[in-house]
């Protein structure tokens, strides 16, 4: 089971939003509506953001946000704040029965 | 408070083993799927193994298949992780985390992590 494909970093400035993308194939991101997102501090465990494309779990902000289009799901962090600076990383359960995360991409707020 | 903590890391050869634990407290054990989730020292997660709520169930990442076994006591609400034939590509931290559930309905996703255990193989 191949990674999903994320960029390996993203950058915006306090107050703008960015885009991260997540892109697997019809046996995983495509073919469920299970990708989920999580966010990693240095030296912290992870932390989930996202969960079923476009959930937010109780506690989350809502500058998170969610979405899928085929094979390519994507977060959207909206009003850029300095404590978003961490790793994401995407996830997707799999038609192996099986779960795949991306890469993970590093978020730098300027 | 729910809670997930990791047991067992340390240092062991190539071809050795190593059993982990995952004590989880503050939540109902036994009504949870369970996985295991790796990191390797700078690079990303990769998930390795699941078993389900009453350990019937297991599935494992094919790099892992074969030589790591995930178990669970439900009565001393642990999670465990048998591996076995370790190679230095299974260096990492271990995470034990749980399978998230809305209204009791899985959601395929891990939405509480413990602190992790590092595991380093090397001679």
């Known amino acids: 089971q191949s990674a999903l494909t994320q960029p390996a970093s993203v950058s915006g400035s306090p107050g703008q939003s960015i885009t991260i993308s997540c892109t697997g194939t019809?046996?995983?991101?495509?073919?469920?509506?299970?990708v989920s997102w999580y966010q990693q501090h240095p030296g912290k465990a992870p932390k989930l953001m996202i969960y079923e494309v476009s959930n937010r779990p109780s506690g989350v902000s809502n500058r998170f946000s969610g979405s899928k289009s085929g094979n390519t799901a994507s977060l959207t962090i909206s009003g850029l704040q300095a404590e978003d600076e961490a790793d994401y990383y995407c996830?997707?359960?799999?038609?192996?029965?099986?779960?795949?995360f991306g890469g993970g991409t590093k978020l730098t707020v300027l | 408070e729910v809670q997930l903590v990791e047991s067992g890391g340390g240092l062991v050869q190539p071809g050795g083993s190593l059993r982990l634990s995952c004590a989880a407290s503050?939540?109902?054990?036994?009504?949870?799927?369970m996985h295991w989730v790796r990191q390797a020292p700078g690079k990303g997660l990769v998930w390795v193994s699941r078993?389900?709520?009453?350990?019937?169930?297991?599935n494992y990442a094919d790099s892992v298949k074969g030589r790591f076994t995930i178990s669970r006591d439900n009565a001393k609400n642990t999670l465990y992780l048998q591996m076995n034939s370790l190679r230095a590509e299974d260096t990492a931290v271990y995470y034990c985390?749980?399978?998230?559930?809305?209204?009791?309905?899985?959601?395929?996703?891990?939405?509480?992590w413990g602190q992790g255990t590092m595991v380093t193989v090397s001679s």
């Open positions: 019809s046996s995983d991101v495509g073919g469920y509506n299970y």
């Open positions: 503050g939540f109902t054990f036994s009504s949870y799927w």
């Open positions: 078993i389900n709520s009453d350990g019937s169930s297991t």
């Open positions: 985390a749980r399978g998230a559930t809305i209204f009791g309905v899985v959601i395929f996703a891990f939405d509480i």
């Open positions: 996830s997707s359960y799999t038609s192996s029965s099986t779960w795949v």
